[in-house]
């Protein structure tokens, strides 16, 4: 069996289903990624947004603001919430410094939060209410629904507790009925944990944070990490645990590619929701 979960095959298999759900709508959606400052990676991961909403048949917008104050950002989002051509709003993160993360996120129209960031979309996600869940960890969700994981009975170790992935990915699987386990910097003798796990999944941004030793036998790895060292790209997970593991996400090309998919769905179902309020 090929211990490989190819997130970038499976990506594009609901890319062409999505294609086909976004051709049959009557009105063309649109996405909107409001990007602050000059965070060299941030222009990229735009363009990456930019060309997969386009391929899909959305239309995008990149607002762009070298300096803005943070009510001026508000008032600019308070405008995109009331536009009825814009479905989905994202404020590309990090945002500079001396702008309040936390106030910007959650002045987006929580049913155009196509990132997932508001607490009224955490609130729900924690509460299994329908929701627009964060992109990354709707995205792992995708490939356990794709393998037809169970969790009943499974120990599910998690590394890294960011509101972006870890923490919205503990209360996912909590509400698969896995038994959960929330790892981070202050964690003591992280392979106790790690070793017990049915279900690793590591989002951390760490290098070889998680070698062999450090896993069970027939696990399920999901590397979420991302970390350039010499010009090439790398997990949190040594390479070398696929050899003792059931499942495997390789980086690049596991989560990454499901992190832009689930995104592109989020649009359509913002959409959805939308049409239903
Ligand atoms: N593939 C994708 O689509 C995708 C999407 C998002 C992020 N990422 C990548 O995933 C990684 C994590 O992203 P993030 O935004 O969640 O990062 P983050 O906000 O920096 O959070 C990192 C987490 O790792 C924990 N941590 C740090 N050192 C640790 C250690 N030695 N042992 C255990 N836990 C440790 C931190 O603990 P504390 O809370 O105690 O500080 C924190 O909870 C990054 O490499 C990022 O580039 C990838």
Redo the contacts with the bound molecule.
Sequence with gaps: MNKIIDGKKISLERKEELIKKVNELKSKLALVVISVGSNEASKVYVHQKEKMALEIGYNFLNLHFDNILEDDLINEIDKLNKDKKITGIIVQLPLPVNLNKDRILNSINPLKDVDGLTNNNLIKLIKKEESLLP??PK?IMTLFDYYNVDFIGKNVVI????????LPLFHLLLNKNATVTL?????KD?SHYTKEADILI?????KD?ITRDMIKENSILID????RYENKLY??INSECIDISNLMTP??G???????ISLMENVYLANSLQMRK
């Design positions: 992109c990354t995205g590394v890294g507790r960011s509101e972006l992935v870890g790892c981070h910097s202050k964690t992280l590591s989002a951390v941004g760490k944070l979420v990490g991302i970390n997990g949190d980086v690049p596991g989560v990454g590619p499901m992190t832009v």
